[in-house]
């Protein structure tokens, strides 16, 4: 397993942006960031392959999170635009060995990221 730590969220207002950044100890084949809405289950929201920068997004995503990686800093990133209400959640990072969407196929986790918007 790779140790995951998040950081970047906090409070912000709609319509604002925010990026998060994981850091992972090692490079890892995939990283997928998450997130857990109060009352929901934990839901896949984007993910990256660490190689060649194959990414992977959620349908409901619709253009507004974006992520990216910093190959020399082992940094992932996920900006989020435009930010709404129901973005409140936590984030989560995660590292896998398989480019996926399913919380399942993932071996490491991060502690998570709280996100908080309202105005």
């Known amino acids: 397993q790779v140790p995951l730590v998040e950081s970047g969220g906090g409070s912000a207002q709609p319509g604002a942006s925010l990026r998060l950044s994981c850091t992972a100890s090692?490079?890892?084949?995939?990283v997928g960031w998450f997130y857990h809405a109060p009352g929901k289950e934990r839901e896949f929201v984007a993910g990256?392959?660490?190689?060649?920068?194959?990414?992977l997004y959620a349908d409901f995503v619709k253009g507004r999170f974006n992520i990216s990686r910093d190959y020399n800093k082992n940094t992932v990133f996920l900006q989020i635009r435009r930010l709404k209400p129901e973005d409140t959640a936590v984030y989560y990072c995660?590292?896998?060995?398989?480019?996926?969407?399913?919380?399942?196929?993932?071996?490491?986790w991060g502690q998570g990221t709280q996100v908080t918007v309202s105005s």
């Open positions: 995660a590292a896998g060995k398989q480019d996926s969407g399913k919380a399942s196929d993932f071996e490491s």
């Open positions: 090692a490079p890892t084949f995939f």
């Open positions: 990256i392959r660490w190689g060649d920068g194959y990414t």
